[in-house]
C-alpha cells in the first residue's frame, strides 16, 4: 500500500525514482524497493519523504477508498520502523489524515530515537505492558501499565525503556505528524 501511495504521489508531481531520492536525500535503489513492496522505508525515511511532497506521513499510507468503518487486523497491518530500525510501530488506523494511532513495542534498552524531536499534534502514549520513560523537554517522565500521558508534541520528545522488561504502548497523534 505504501508503495502505490508513493508511486502515486511521485508519478503526480513529475518525479523519477532518482529525482525524488535526491529531492529526499535517499538512494533511488530503497525508492524503487519500498514501490516494488521488496522493503518497509524507515520513519525516518517517510519523513523525508513527506516533507518533500509537503504532506504528512500517514498520507503516504492513505487509501482513497477506505470504507467509513476498519477493522484493524493482525497481520494485515503497515508497519513503520523508527530511526535504524529500532522500533516497529504497526498502524492502528487507517490514512485518513485525521488521527494516527499506533501500537509501540520496545525491548530493554530500546529507545524510539537517538535524540528528542518536535512535531505540531497532540501525542497520547497508553502504556498495554511495562514501563515507558518519556523524554519530555529534557525531563524524564515515567509512565506505567494502565497509565496515559497526553503532551503538547511540540515539546522535544522521545520514547525509551530504561527497564528489563519489554514494554507495549498505543500511541495516538492527531494530527498525524508531517
Known amino acids: 500500500m505504501i508503495g502505490d501511495q508513493l508511486r502515486e504521489l511521485r508519478t503526480r508531481r513529475g518525479l523519477s525514482l532518482r529525482a525524488l ?21 524507515s520513519l525516518s525515511t517517510l519523513r523525508r519523504l513527506a516533507g518533500v511532497f509537503g ?28 530511526p535504524r530500525g529500532q522500533i516497529g510501530y ?17 525491548e530493554p534498552g530500546q529507545a ?10 497532540l501525542e497520547c502514549a497508553f502504556v498495554l505492558a511495562g514501563t515507558l520513560t518519556v523524554d519530555l523537554d529534557g525531563s524524564p517522565r515515567t509512565v506505567r501499565t494502565g497509565e496515559a500521558i497526553t ?5 522535544p520528545h522521545r520514547y525509551l ?11 495516538s497523534v492527531a494530527p498525524p505528524m508531517p
Request: aromatic content about 6%.
Open 90 to 106: 504497526e498502524r492502528l488506523t487507517p490514512g485518513n489524515g485525521r488521527m494516527e494511532v499506533l501500537r509501540g513495542v520496545l
Open 21 to 41: 531520492a535526491a529531492e529526499a536525500g535517499v538512494s533511488a535503489t530503497l525508492l524503487s524497493q519500498v514501490e516494488r513492496g521488496v522493503t518497509e522505508p
Open 55 to 82: 504532506e504528512s506521513v500517514a498520507s503516504l499510507f492513505e487509501d482513497r477508498t477506505a470504507p467509513p468503518v476498519w477493522i484493524s487486523r493482525p497481520g494485515e497491518r503497515s508497519t513503520l520502523r523508527g
Open 151 to 155: 503532551f503538547d508534541s511540540q515539546l
Open 112 to 121: 524510539i530515537s537517538a535524540e528528542p524531536w518536535s512535531h505540531a499534534s
Open 161 to 171: 525503556n530504561r527497564t528489563d522488561a519489554r514494554t507495549e504502548f498505543l500511541l
